[in-house]
């Protein structure tokens, strides 16, 4: 199994969550990926250069003398034969690449703290909830690795007309200096507005607002009322000015935002597509941060 959807239970509420996460990678040639209890430090090879206690003779059929035979055994770079012809003296054997040390281990342990709030007692238990994130750090592919640069989480989210929405995501200011990215060194910062509107007619989905191939945000007055999700106008500069996390200081690339920034739960009615972007993480020097929100 390659993932694990976690279901909270209803009672569960506390300020002061921690959840260790881990992933394994597992070799085919384990039982059950390697989750089975017999698969343990019973079968490891007693030295160097020797064969585990790994069954790999059984998955092909093979009994264990052939098995030994042909190099189908769970060892350091076996050499295998492939092909087994009794009409031939050739002995065609191919040795493989395989690190035992890298076929069942844990890579990548991380642990988080986080919040367990109660549902609203306003919102139905029947309505669905959305929870749209930032993922991701600041800095080029490289400086960012084994994390990844910026994007929402989901970047793409599709959602029934009466579902909710809660938008919300958490910054840093402790990023290294020296990784590439806007704004001042060392922070974390996102927001979401919406990008301007096509300059052309493609003959379909012409309720879709925003082009994704442009980096300029769509503009409004205050005679025009904002179509961003059907959202009020306050919500909608809230979250460009991330509003009322932010200190009143320098925000041209938001600067003196807060880290964390929380637009509440918000009911999406007005059906459509919308298309959305970070104004401050959107150069080549780090991912372009795009999304898209479809009203269904």
């Not at 669905?128 to 800095?139: A, E, P, T």
Request: proline letters at 4%; charged letters at 25%; one cysteine or more.
């Amino acid at each position: 199994m390659n993932s694990y959807n976690w279901t909270i239970p209803e009672d569960w509420v506390h300020e002061n969550c921690v959840i260790r996460l881990r992933y394994n990678i597992t070799a085919g040639e384990l039982p059950d990926g390697g989750f089975d209890p017999s698969i343990n430090a019973s079968l490891n090879a007693e030295k160097n250069g020797e064969k585990t206690g790994i069954d790999v003779a059984s998955t092909y059929g093979l009994s264990a003398e052939e098995a030994e035979a042909r190099g189908y055994v769970f060892e350091q770079d076996p050499v295998v034969q492939i092909f087994k012809l009794d009409d031939s003296d050739a002995d065609i054997n191919h040795e493989l690449t395989i690190n035992t040390n890298q076929y069942g281990r844990t890579f990548e342990d991380r642990s988080h703290v986080f919040q367990i709030k109660k549902r609203p007692d306003d919102i139905p238990a029947e309505s669905k909830i959305h929870n749209l994130n930032v993922r991701g750090k600041r800095g080029n592919i490289v400086q960012t690795y084994p994390g990844v640069e910026y994007d929402y989480q989901p970047n793409r989210l599709e959602v029934n007309a009466g579902d909710y929405v809660h938008i919300q995501w958490t910054g840093a200011d402790s990023n290294p200096n020296n990784n590439a990215g806007q704004g001042r060194a060392g922070t974390d910062r996102s927001n979401m507005v919406l990008l301007r509107e096509r300059t052309w007619s493609n003959g379909y989905m012409e309720d879709a607002h925003g082009c994704f191939a442009c980096n300029y945000p769509e503009t409004w007055t205050m005679t025009t009322s904002p179509n961003f999700l059907g959202l009020a106008r306050e919500d909608v500069m809230a979250l460009a000015f991330l509003t009322p996390s932010q200190y009143y200081g320098d925000m041209e690339e938001l600067d003196d935002a807060g880290t964390h920034f929380d637009l509440g739960l918000r009911q999406l009615t007005q059906k459509g597509i919308w298309r959305f972007l970070c104004t401050r993480n959107n150069n080549f020097t780090n991912r372009s941060q795009k999304g898209e929100i479809r009203v269904m």
